[in-house]
C-alpha cells in the first residue's frame, strides 16, 4: 500500500503564495512520476503540474510562470510553490505519483482558497 500526505493548502489572499507538499511512504514504488491536480465544485478534476524521474516538467496553461513544481527523490516528495494566487486557484488539490509499471496513486487532497 503507498500513502500519500499532502500539506500546506489554507486560506490565502489574491496574490498571495502558498507551497503545498506531497509525501509518499508505505510500500516501495518506483515513481516514473508526480504530479498535482485540483477540483473545484462543480468541475472535473484539471492537470496542475507534473514532474518527471528525468526532470521534466508539465504545466496548465492557467499556471505557467506562477506555480513551479519540484521533487526530492531521496525524501520521495513533491512540492507545489504557487505564487500570484487568484479566486480561480481555489480548489481541492490533489497529489498523484505514477509508478513504472503504470500503477497510480492519489493522496486525499488538500483546500487551497483564495479569498480576500
Known amino acids: 500500500q503507498v500513502q500519500l500526505v499532502e500539506s500546506g493548502g489554507g486560506l490565502v489572499q489574491p496574490g498571495g503564495s502558498l507551497r503545498l507538499s506531497c509525501v509518499a511512504s508505505?510500500?516501495?514504488?518506483?515513481?516514473?512520476?508526480m504530479g498535482w491536480y485540483r477540483q473545484s465544485p462543480g468541475n472535473q478534476r484539471e492537470l496542475v503540474a507534473t514532474?518527471?524521474?528525468?526532470?521534466?516538467?508539465n504545466y496548465a496553461d492557467s499556471v505557467k510562470g506562477r506555480f513551479t513544481i519540484s521533487r526530492n527523490k531521496a525524501q520521495n516528495t513533491v512540492y507545489l510553490q504557487m505564487n500570484s494566487l487568484n479566486v480561480e486557484d481555489t480548489a481541492v488539490y490533489y497529489c498523484?505519483?505514477?509508478?513504472?509499471?503504470?500503477?497510480?496513486?492519489w493522496g486525499q487532497g488538500t483546500q487551497v482558497t483564495v479569498s480576500s
Open positions: 514532474i518527471s524521474v528525468d526532470e521534466s516538467t
Open positions: 508505505g510500500r516501495a514504488v518506483s515513481i516514473y512520476r
Open positions: 498523484k505519483i505514477t509508478s513504472n509499471f503504470g500503477g497510480e496513486y
